[in-house]
């Protein structure tokens, strides 16, 4: 397969352009700050994780260039950062921003929910391109009360379902030849 320079050249400055759009972010806008204090921050991640993140209190951010998307910190630098959703997300920005990589074998996904103070919030930045809410580097919660919920994409809806609660896992038929 040849591929023209010219096509491939596109290709890596179209990458490029939406690498440095999804490092662009601001301060949080009042809207955001109200839905927040209100319905809390998720955190979305495999269910050992989220365990992890309430029996320690700390989020460890994603490392690297690449997984941060070139994005830089309040000293100018490139730093890490913890990507989350501001209150409960919508199914676009869920669908958009999530790995089925995290979500367990019955289709549930696992979110750590915290609710930080009006002053913990002049510490987190919005990401311009999707919304998504950053803290750089090391995150403390334990004075957040964070917890660990569940949820689950119901008829385009996502809908929180308690822990405890068994979910059935979808009968999956193998296509026969």
Do not use: W
């Amino acid at each position: 397969m040849v591929v023209e320079f010219g096509v491939f050249t596109s290709l890596v400055t179209l990458a490029v352009r939406q690498e440095v759009l999804k490092a662009m972010h601001v301060e949080l806008d009042n809207e955001t700050k109200n839905k927040i204090m209100t319905e809390g921050i998720y955190h979305f991640t495999t269910k050992a994780c989220a365990e992890s993140i309430v029996k320690t209190g700390f989020y460890i951010p994603s490392k690297g260039l690449l997984n941060n998307h070139f994005a830089k910190g309040k000293s100018g630098r490139f730093a890490s950062f913890v990507y989350m959703f501001g209150g409960k997300p919508n199914p676009y920005t869920f669908g958009k921003n999530l790995s089925d990589s995290i979500a367990e074998k019955d289709g549930t996904f696992y979110a750590v929910r915290h609710y930080p103070d009006k002053y913990d919030l002049n510490n987190y930045m919005q990401r311009i391109e999707d919304g998504a809410i950053m803290y750089e580097g090391r995150l403390d919660v334990k004075h957040n009360k964070p917890e660990i919920a569940r949820f689950k994409m119901e008829k385009g809806k996502i809908v929180e379902i308690p822990l405890d609660e068994k979910v059935e896992v979808p009968n999956v038929t193998e296509k026969t030849k």
